[in-house]
């Protein structure tokens, strides 16, 4: 496997942990509807929360949320709202962020709520 997938896939777990300690239920990883991909779908009480993922080892290019394109986020919440349709889902929901670099002493996690709507 790909030294960025490995690191990819690390990001997500760290993240469902994090959401784990955080007092949400883990619903969902890496939920795929046709092209579009939700990496963690979470809940807490009565909101559902759809989750990117993202992560660096550098901030030479830049911080990691800047990676978020448009044309993903319209994936994204397509395959929401095609989630929502599968689970007959009609209260509340969220799209966050998660935002994990990777540093050589340590991982800073950063943690954006309704990181676009």
């Not at 009480?45 to 080892?57: I, M, P, T, W, Y």
Request: charged residues 25%; aromatic residues 10%; contains cysteine.
């Amino acid at each position: 496997m790909a030294k960025h997938l490995m690191r990819g896939r690390q990001a997500e777990n760290i993240a469902t942990q994090y959401f784990i300690n955080n007092c949400y239920q883990i619903i969902h990883r890496n939920f795929k509807h046709g092209s579009s991909e939700i990496d963690l779908i979470v809940q807490k009480n009565e909101l559902l929360v759809f989750v990117e993922v993202k992560s660096k080892s550098t901030l030479r290019h830049g911080e990691p949320e800047k990676n978020i394109r448009p044309a993903q986020i319209k994936r994204i919440k397509t395959a929401a709202e095609a989630f929502q349709v599968m689970t007959n889902w009609e209260k509340d929901i969220r799209f966050d962020t998660i935002l994990l670099t990777f540093f050589p002493q340590a991982i800073k996690i950063e943690h954006f709520k309704d990181a676009f709507s």
